[in-house]
């Protein structure tokens, strides 16, 4: 048996608390946010891009991941989610590519950590589950990948296109920082004991890989 759900599975969904949610983008891209349900509708908050956070239905191609997290904690960062929609309802998140301690306060604003800028569709996940308590990954199990330089690259040269300079030249300063793709975070939250030990970069990609193969047949 697989751990992505369709979101017709709601009475499932709102057991659980919460889910990290993810879908393939364009037929290209891999995309994150949270799930959970609210009455008879189901939400998702995501970043989309660069100041433009969003809290909406889940789209019709988007699968949820069960976890193991329990259904008390994971409510809580439902409840997060609705704290951080309040706060953020105008979408101003910004995008950033590095990231170690970014979170979100008590009453849902953003803290950015350090020298860090904003946060990705993955490491806005991280954020959220963090501000409860619950760290997702082991950030010192992940490696920089070559690839991901060339993925900052092209973010960079995207916000440049859509009028954001200031922001692009922000961001050239982390090209060829760590990573946490969508797909490992999602695979990574459902961990077994994940509330207690953050899921390791070995799981997690192994993960990533099951959720690619369930979600496209493969």
Known sequence: MGVAELFGEHDALRKQGCGVAFVREDMRYWHCGIAWSEGSNLRMLHLKWHCDLACEAPGPDALWVRHTIPAERAKQVAAKCRLIWKRHADGRIPFGFSYTATH??????????????????????????????????????????????????????????????????????EIGSVRFRPLEVAGGSAASGVVSTPTTFAYAEAAAKRLEAEYTGE
Not at 106 to 124: D, I, N, Q, R
Request: aromatic share 8%; glycine share 12%; charged share 20%.
């Open 104 to 173: 979100f306060d008590s009453a849902g604003g953003l803290v950015l950590g350090g020298s860090e800028v904003g946060l990705t569709c993955a490491t806005f996940v991280m954020a959220v589950f963090s501000s409860v308590g619950i760290v997702l990954l082991d950030h010192k199990s992940w490696p920089q990948r070559p690839e991901d330089a060339a993925w900052h690259a092209f973010i960079v040269h995207r916000l440049r296109r859509s009028g954001h300079e200031g922001h692009a030249m922000l961001l050239e300063k």
